[in-house]
């Protein structure tokens, strides 16, 4: 029995791709039909249809029609080759989608977003060590970050999340008196408490506390910071506690 020639709209039903994209891979010379009618309609015969379901499979592994192109001129064996080649550069995707998906679940349920290793698989640096570098640009000539940065090369891992938690608990302190006046007692012996942790760091005068003060009620990132300790109104609490401090 002759083979039946199929039309586009053929392939359209059994393929499910659209009539647009088979007249497209014919533009392209990436998939033609096997004969043409005096009217100019498509006609392709049953060998060409599996021609056509290696381009969509490779399409769907990822493959642009560019390199589908140079594949289909290979030999079976260096399409194997390229295929596995393929399946590593998938598998690095993988992780890297599933490094994007837990860091954005990890986001959603509040954690801060510095504190997400969602640049671990890239070129970008992470969101801490960007954070350290902008301070490096801004303040690297100050004497008191010099004192900082030498401070913080002296400590071991341990001291400095030592370091860090402590700060933490001291935010986690002051967020539960945001509803108290910036300057009650309570609220200024927290500061207190706070720029002795800095000093620890570094040399606190009136002017680098006030620029801190500043940094975290105009900087966006450290209003998202913030909320991670419970009220998105922490960043200005701090501000005007830290500001009250310095006028005393």
């Keep these: 029995m002759k083979k039946p020639l199929l039309a586009v709209k053929d392939i359209v039903q059994i393929t499910g791709i659209t009539a647009r994209t088979l007249h497209y ?3 392209i010379h990436l998939f033609k039909p096997t004969h043409l009618t005096e009217k100019g309609y498509r006609l392709y015969d049953r060998s060409s249809l599996e021609k056509l379901q290696t381009i ?7 493959f642009s029609l560019k390199e589908i192109a140079d594949i289909l001129k290979l030999t079976r064996q260096e399409q194997k080759q390229i295929l596995k080649k393929q399946r590593q550069t998938l598998l690095l995707r993988k992780q890297r989608l599933e490094n994007i998906m837990t860091a954005l679940d990890e986001y959603v349920s509040g954690n801060d977003i510095s504190n997400l290793h969602i640049f671990n698989r890239s070129s970008v640096l992470p969101l801490k060590e960007q954070y350290a570098n902008e301070a490096r640009f801004i303040y690297g000539e100050t004497e008191a970050y010099k004192v900082y940065n030498e401070t913080m090369e002296n400590l071991s891992v341990d001291e400095k999340e030592k370091r860090f938690s402590d700060i933490e608990e001291i935010y986690k302190q ?9 300057s009650s007692d ?3 012996r927290l500061i207190e408490e706070w720029k002795e942790n800095l000093m620890q760091f570094m040399t606190c005068d009136a002017e680098l506390l006030a620029c ?18 419970g009220n998105e109104d922490l960043a200005d609490f701090l501000y005007s506690a830290i500001m009250q401090n310095i006028n005393r």
């Design 186 to 188: 309570e609220v200024q």
């Design 25 to 27: 891979y014919d533009r």
């Design 174 to 182: 002051i967020a539960s008196c945001i509803h108290q006046d910036p």
């Design 56 to 62: 969509l499979i490779l399409k769907e592994m990822d």
């Design 212 to 229: 801190i003060a500043h940094t975290y009620k105009f900087d966006a990132r450290f209003k998202s910071y913030f909320n991670q300790y």
